[in-house]
């Protein structure tokens, strides 16, 4: 009888002790998305996106459908190309998989490079306050006066040879000066409460305490920031593109593929050129949208569903 209650005891303490602990980000937002139906179905969308795009440009990589051919000219939709062909021959359906493999690893690359920067700036600039502070915000205060779009498009025409690696560092150039500022708030706010200050008395590094006791509380509302701005950097890409001042027309980006509508004959008549890609830009930004509206409540406890 007592090694039962003994049993029973350790259980009760250990459920007690699950109970207790409170959930981790990542079950937060999962939570979330499970219980918004538009989240969760842009959430699947993307995810099956991502994979049909990734393995249909391994495909096209490989195969010859996207070699020029003028004989294919502006070939409607049929069996042989069930997205028609372009101006060049090129078949369109394979110029959509390695334009939108292209304008997803941009949109990761920014946004990945620009977080890196901005949080290690913004977590010196915060934690160390001082001379150190005002010297950063003034250098951050000097690129918010930045025409950014005026400065990419020099940039980009001054370029002889450029390609998604140099596009990518140009936009990340100009890109993680808002994300410094945000962490460097959020780090100040950090900085003067109790867990740093005691860190600090016990002789902690610097470096751990920001790394690993500050970076810690404020990784929520970074990955908040990172899902909204993915969104943002892929149209920010797409947008250049259009216009004329992104990747170059040998190198396939959706951005690329919606330029050929700037032509009337192929705006009016040949939409299979540029249709395509403008509804998958519009549907991937949107599941982008709608799960980093959920990552965000779960970030925030008072717009939590659950």
Known sequence: MEEKKEIDLDNTRSSQKGYNQPPSFARLVWREILHDKFALVSFLLFLAIMFTVFIGSTYADTGSSGKVNLALMNKPPSEEFPLGTDGSGRDMLTQLFLGARNSILIAFGVTILCGIIGILVGLVSGFYGGRVDNV???????????????????????????????????????????????????????????????????????????????????????????????????????????????????TPSLGTLISYARIPENMQRRYWQWLPASLLIVVMMLCINFVGQAVKRAADAKQRVV
């Open 136 to 250: 950063i915000m003034r250098i951050l205060d000097f690129l918010a006066m930045l025409p950014t779009l005026m400065f990419i498009i020099v940039i980009v025409s001054l370029i002889p040879k450029y390609n998604v690696f140099t596009f990518i560092v140009v936009m990340t150039i100009f890109g993680w000066n808002g994300k410094a500022r945000l962490i460097r708030a959020k780090t100040l706010q950090q900085s003067s409460l109790d867990y740093v200050q005691a860190s600090k008395t016990l002789g902690t590094r610097n470096i751990v305490i920001m790394l690993r006791e500050v970076l810690p509380n404020i990784a929520s509302l970074i990955i908040v920031n990172l899902t909204l701005n993915l969104a943002a950097n892929m149209g920010l890409e797409t947008g250049l593109t259009f216009l004329g001042f992104g990747l170059p027309f040998s």
